[in-house]
């Protein structure tokens, strides 16, 4: 007898099990928002150097033969973002053509700030801190100490999750989302909101792990499928949720406050949150949860299963998994033995190279030139069919082969992407898009399969590992394209091979877990 039997005994996938994904399944789609902000309010307006003020000889002038005689032009005409004349250019009013060398003018900085085109990008940090020029990589500096953020919420709250439990750590962590990303909202300097998306970036990994784990745990085998799948659609919507928002709020701290708000509603409500029965069971408590287990039953209409139910039954059919539990697990457990060496090898590969691939093409939207709400919308919407798709292969064909296949076909577009010329940029669009969507499959894919490969007493210990792992591809990805500053096609090719790679050591090592409970201890694994 498992836990999963029991929760077969009591009603099976039931009301409980669709009103607790429900609950669980909003806080998602709110972290979602918060993964993808930056895309809007770390956006570059277009802008150019303030004219000089006070100049003789201006009063008359329109405003672009202000420019035209104060800031030099770049190699598309427009006015230079960085630099302006030492003095006013009037020989320059005389040309109505293309205007001459100015390499040999003088030029300075701009001292007197910025102009920025406020037509389609109103508010950013950028114009709030004037990010740009010499300050222009701050920007990626943001979103790398955010993706830390991550890491180390992946790696800090799985241990503290299995050791406290799931309930406990997602009451506290939305809490944390709420007060960190308010004071994101209307803290007045560039430091605190780096150090406090760092914040939001290890909340937003406690509140993924957290949910899958709990929400997966009070599901049957037969509905864990299902369940990944639909808080995969929940992420989903959280991206196109995010667009609709940005494009009708323009200003970044209204923007990041709307997105900030929600999780007081969910903090208020967690507190009603059912903590996981199985974990309570193999933490020695038991009382709550058979209590727990006749609240599950009630809500499910097998009341009297659940009154039958007692301490001695609940512990004398899971006395296998108890016995073998020990006192304290570590992240040492994952590498201890060779079964999990080899699943725990495999799926930081695996993760890494998903993340990795994800984030170098999904985090700079402004680099397709065209609507970065239309662009963010498209690239949440192709997450429906792709997840479709991942659903049917995970049920009918085995995560194993899906996991490996669509790693091998994503990493191989990646590289074919290379040989679409730089002018077709629709194409280049919809080869990316296509892209972007195996990726979804895979990512989809090794959330539900890292859940089957991890075993109950350090599933979230496993869980945040590999998520940890992830973000670490997630804060290298700005790096890697740094280097194509120097040499433009060794990003894609990078980009390209590892999810390759990854492809063909999750199909060699990895085994199927199509239709099997999820383990409970490392002696299951290895037999």
């Known amino acids: 007898m498992t836990f999963a039997n029991l929760l077969d005994r009591i009603g099976g996938v039931g009301t409980f099990q669709i009103l607790h994904s429900l609950l669980l399944a909003f806080p998602v789609c709110m972290v979602a928002c918060h993964n993808f902000l930056q895309n809007f309010t770390a956006a570059f307006p277009g802008h150019h150097c303030e004219p000089k003020p006070g100049l003789n000889g201006t009063e008359g002038l329109s405003y672009h033969d202000l420019l035209r005689v104060t800031v030099p032009t770049d190699e598309r005409g427009l006015p230079a973002r960085c630099q302006r004349f030492k003095e006013p250019q009037w020989s320059f009013l005389n040309f109505n053509g293309t205007l001459p060398n100015i390499t040999e003018i003088e030029t300075e900085p701009c001292v007197d700030g910025w102009v920025y085109d406020k037509s389609v990008i109103r508010s950013s940090i950028i114009t709030e801190w004037d ?50 990303g308010s004071l994101v909202a209307f803290l007045p300097s560039f430091p605190c909101y780096v150090f406090f998306r760092l914040i939001s970036g290890m909340t937003f990994s406690s509140v993924l792990l957290n949910t899958l784990c709990l929400m997966l745990e009070w599901m049957p085998v037969k509905g864990r499928t299902l369940a990944g ?61 058979l209590t727990n287990l006749r ?17 001695e039954e609940v512990i004398s059919q899971m006395q296998n998994e108890i016995s073998n539990r020990k006192s304290s697990h570590t992240i040492l457990d994952l590498i201890r033995t060779p079964g999990m060496r080899r699943i725990t090898g495999c799926l930081m590969m695996v993760w890494f190279s998903t993340s990795f691939a994800y984030y170098g093409l ?27 798709v991942a659903a049917l292969t995970m049920s009918y064909i085995g995560r194993r082969v899906t996991q490996g296949t669509f790693l091998i076909l994503a990493g191989s577009m990646i590289i074919a992407n290379i040989f679409v010329p730089i002018g077709r940029l629709n194409i280049r669009i919809k080869c990316t898009t296509l892209i972007l969507s195996v990726i979804c499959i895979y990512y989809m894919n090794i959330t539900a399969y890292r859940q089957f490969n991890s075993i109950l007493v350090i599933l979230q210990t496993g869980m945040g590992f590999s998520d940890m ?12 394209h740094l280097i194509g500053d120097h040499i433009p096609i060794l990003p894609a090719v990078i980009f390209g091979t590892a999810p390759v790679l990854s492809g063909i050591a999750a199909i060699c090592l990895l085994t199927e877990t199509r239709n099997r409970p999820l383990l409970d201890t490392i002696k299951e694994v290895e037999e």
């Open 229 to 289: 799948t639909f808080i995969g659609y929940v992420f989903t919507s959280g991206q196109m949720v995010l667009s609709g928002l940005a494009y009708a709020i323009r200003d970044w701290r209204w923007l990041q406050f709307s997105v900030t708000a929600p999780f007081y509603l969910f903090f208020i409500y967690s507190w009603f949150l059912q903590e996981s029965g199985r974990w309570l069971i193999l933490n020695g408590k038991t009382d709550q949860a």
């Open 469 to 480: 792992n992830a973000r670490v591809g997630s804060v290298v990805a700005p790096v890697i």
């Open 131 to 180: 990010l740009i020029c010499d300050l222009r990589p701050m920007k990626q500096m943001a979103q790398s100490v955010y993706m830390v953020g991550v890491l180390l919420g992946g790696a800090i709250f799985g241990g503290i999750s299995d050791r406290f439990g799931r309930r406990t750590v997602l009451i506290w962590s939305y809490m944390q989302m709420s007060v960190a």
């Open 295 to 311: 609240r599950v039953a009630k809500m499910n209409g097998k009341l009297e299963e659940g009154l039958k139910l007692t301490k």
């Open 362 to 388: 999904a985090m700079d939207l402004q680099k397709f030139g065209i609507s970065i709400y239309l662009v963010q919308f498209c690239f949440g919407a192709i997450d429906v069919p792709a997840k479709f």
